[in-house]
């Protein structure tokens, strides 16, 4: 690391309060060669009526669960995850983003957004102020609209956060006391925008960060959907600092039904989201974590990568598709800058509108088209011509059909 960071400054009271579950804390033992334990109430597995697993994969083979590996995803199991996925997300890290720091930490959660909210549990205090980008994803925005913070909007455009902007609010910021701390940012994709910034605007932006000792909470479910090659490195990849949380997903390029995600980081700060998870949740579910764990050791880093340039394909492929209906049936009617990674497009409706929001829930609706306005994701709530729309699920005449309604609703305004 280029400098000793001061965790301690970013923790809440609240979460420096926390401390391990007494029974929790008692798991790391329990394989100890000789040790009886009299400790944690776990079922006995002579009760479960499961005795093994076997799961087809879409290309016909058959995947065996470890009978091991499978008798311990059915009973409670370490916090952080199952080794046999851990280990290999942590080798996934280092093979894909190399951090210059090697002592990182890595915990599984329910979803990358599992964890996400319990890392801004830890740093939120009453009345301290957040930054995160705008617009930004719906889920954290009204998440962090129930907690007792304020939201400051970074500005962006079509790459993504604008250094000026987020250097403006830091160095205009009157009381260096209350001077925001955090910045949250999905930087690959970005949903809503589908964005992705550049690596000089990611070098330009942890730069700032490090001048205001910012701690960077990377949020990053697309990164792996992106449409170029080689991949725009992460924030994680240039943090020399240790000043970065990195969230991953699995939801995107395995499973959204598995629901398992991972928190990449300082080990002081993976620690106290840990916790939280020990009093909480107590830990992500063992069965899938034992299906992801089984078919990525399966794969090997070889297999994943090649199964991820597969979905990116995927998607690229429909990402060209719904522009071609674009330029054909919104031409005039909307704008948008074509997004480089995940599945969606943020469209800047024109003829006059200001507001999307009663134009997509009411007259789209009732033309049988959905879509989200787009003062979901603008964390003031102010009004917005945007609307995001997404192409992940859509055939392609399905896409035409739609875009056409969406232009005969703008048009009829």
């Known amino acids: 690391m280029s400098k000793t960071m001061d965790y301690s400054k970013f923790i809440s009271a609240r979460s420096q309060a926390r401390s391990p579950s007494a029974i929790r804390a008692l798991m790391k033992y329990l394989d100890a060669p000789g040790m009886i334990s009299l400790g944690a109430g776990a ?66 959660g329910v979803g990358s957004q599992d964890l996400i909210a319990k890392a801004f549990e830890m740093v939120i205090e009453p009345g301290c102020n957040i930054m995160l980008e705008n617009p930004s994803y719906t889920g954290i925005v009204s998440f962090l609209h129930t907690q007792p913070c304020n939201l400051v909007s970074v500005s962006t455009d079509a ?15 009157e009381d260096v006391a209350t001077r925001p701390k955090v910045l949250y940012t999905i930087p690959t994709g970005s949903n809503p925008t589908g964005v992705t910034v550049s690596l000089e605007r990611k070098k330009a932006i942890y730069k700032i960060c490090q001048e205001y000792d910012i701690l960077i909470m990377e949020d990053d479910p697309y990164y792996f959907l992106q449409f170029c090659n080689p991949r725009v490195p992460s924030f994680y990849s240039m943090d020399v600092d240790g000043r970065v949380l990195r969230f991953d997903s699995l939801s995107k390029i395995l499973s959204a039904g598995l629901r398992l995600g991972w928190v990449t980081g300082p080990k002081e700060l993976v620690d106290r989201i840990i916790m939280h998870t020990m009093v909480t949740n107590l830990q992500a579910s063992g069965v899938p974590q034992a299906m992801a764990a089984t078919l990525l050791n399966q794969w090997g880093l070889e297999g994943f990568f090649k199964h991820i340039d597969s979905v990116g394909e995927f998607y690229r492929e429909k990402r060209d598709v719904f522009l071609e209906c674009a330029e054909r049936r919104l031409k005039g009617y909307a704008e948008w800058t074509v997004p480089q990674a995940g599945m969606f497009v943020w469209l800047k409706l024109l003829n006059g509108i200001t507001d999307s929001n009663k134009l997509i829930t009411s007259a789209a609706i009732e033309k049988k088209v959905l879509a989200v306005p787009g003062v979901a994701f603008v964390p003031s709530g102010e009004p917005t011509p945007y609307v995001r729309v997404s192409f992940s699920n859509v055939t392609p005449e399905n896409m035409d059909e739609a875009l056409k309604r969406l232009a005969e609703v703008v048009q009829e305004q």
Do not use: C
């Not at 009760?47 to 059915?74: N, R, Y």
């Open 43 to 108: 079922p006995n597995k002579a009760t479960f009526p499961f005795a093994s697993m076997q799961v087809t994969l879409k290309d016909g083979s058959q995947l065996s669960i470890d009978q091991q590996l499978f008798e311990s995803s059915l009973q409670y199991s370490a916090t952080p995850g199952l080794p046999q996925l851990t280990n290999f997300l942590r080798e996934l890290q280092l093979a894909e983003h190399n951090p210059p720091h090697k002592d990182f930490s890595v915990s599984i």
């Open 159 to 173: 790459e993504g956060i604008m250094p000026q902007s987020l250097e403006s609010i830091l160095k205009n910021w």
